[in-house]
């Protein structure tokens, strides 16, 4: 099922990406589950159909996966669902994200020590953090961050809305993982919104985080 208020989908001017780029499991195995929980394995399997990637419903990947598989992947959640249905999801996939991180990547000594620190402190040492990870899901993509209020993300080439034409922000599984990781790590109220998308002609998909 597609919503026509998506606008058709069309290669991106700027960026086929990297054949050899690789970003961490998680960009597939967080969508997946996501689905399975609010639309149920049929249209999980429809989606993934779509995208070439049924065999990962059999077991979910453990290693790195190839970046165009999940450009794919996110081409085909934009256009089996409706936009709301489609941010739904994709929040869901990010926020489950950023609960995996918390659990298995980023130490509990490291959590302990943030959560108290003044929210511009523990900021800076998170945005640190995951820029020297952006590899695990920018892929190709060109990661930048600053701190302030409000702390930018900027990914140029960003996997995410490869091949997508919308007039809408379409890299929701990012906002929801940078919101996951700042509301538990640095304040509870933290919000992330995308405010600029290279599927809607952006020249860099752009995330602002403020509290």
């Known amino acids: 099922m597609s919503d026509a208020s998506h606008g058709p989908m ?8 990297d054949p050899l780029a690789r970003v961490g499991p998680n960009a597939i195995t967080r969508v997946g589950e ?5 639309y149920g394995r049929a249209t999980t399997y429809a989606v993934f159909a779509d995208a070439g990637l049924t065999s990962y419903l059999e077991a979910w990947p453990r290693e790195m996966v190839a970046e165009g598989a999940v450009a794919g992947l996110n081409r085909a959640l934009h256009a089996h669902l409706p936009e709301t249905g489609f941010r ?21 000594p490291v959590q302990a020590l943030l959560r108290p620190a003044p929210a511009w402190l523990a900021s800076r040492v998170l945005l640190a953090a995951i820029a020297r990870n952006a590899w695990t899901f920018a892929g190709s993509g ?10 930018v993300v900027t990914i140029a080439g960003c996997p995410l809305c490869r091949e997508i034409a919308a007039d809408h922000p379409v890299c929701d599984t990012y906002t929801g993982t940078f919101e996951r990781l700042f509301r538990e790590l640095v304040h509870p109220q933290a ?8 599927a809607a002609g952006a020249k860099a998909c752009r995330f602002e985080i403020r509290w």
Do not use: N, S, W
């Not at 290669?11 to 990406?17: F, H, I, S």
């Not at 996501?34 to 609010?38: Q, R, T, V």
């Not at 739904?88 to 509990?108: F, M, N, Q």
């Not at 060109?142 to 702390?151: E, N, T, V, W």
């Open 142 to 151: 060109r990661f930048d961050a600053a701190a302030g209020r409000p702390c």
């Open 34 to 38: 996501a689905l399975d929980g609010l």
């Open 88 to 108: 739904r999801v994709a929040r869901e996939a990010g926020g489950r994200t950023g609960d995996y991180l918390l659990a298995h990547r980023i130490p509990k």
């Open 10 to 17: 069309q290669t991106a001017a700027d960026a086929p990406g």
């Open 191 to 198: 919000a992330a919104t995308e405010t600029a998308c290279q």
